[in-house]
């Protein structure tokens, strides 16, 4: 499973390192601790991805109401005050 996740988010050299860090590991108990400290590295880069869209959908929103009003004013001025037909 972690290397499922790790194609997904983790950078080739981050994968390079953490399939080095496993074959070192001598006993099971160093090999659980690699799986958990990739596993925390991926989850901690998913949230950070997670949170840098969900900002640039927000920003990208806002930009397009302001557009939207901005032209919709400016139709309505150069209109004569007329609405739009």
């Known amino acids: 499973m972690l ?4 194609n997904n988010w983790l950078a080739m ?4 390192q953490m399939k080095k ?3 070192a590991a001598s006993t099971p108990l160093e090999k659980a601790q690699m799986i958990d400290k990739w596993a925390l590295v991926n989850e901690k880069q998913d949230y ?3 949170i840098g869209i969900g900002l640039g959908l927000t920003q990208a929103r806002i930009s ?6 901005n032209f919709l004013t400016n139709q309505f001025i ?5 609405a739009l037909q």
């Not at 290397?3 to 790790?6: G, L, S, T």
């Not at 050299?13 to 390079?16: C, G, M, T, V």
């Open 78 to 82: 150069s209109g004569g005050g007329k």
């Open 21 to 23: 860090e496993l074959a």
């Open 13 to 16: 050299q981050q994968i390079a």
């Open 64 to 69: 397009d109401l302001a557009g939207l009003v």
């Open 3 to 6: 290397d499922n996740a790790a």
């Open 48 to 50: 950070l991805t997670a």
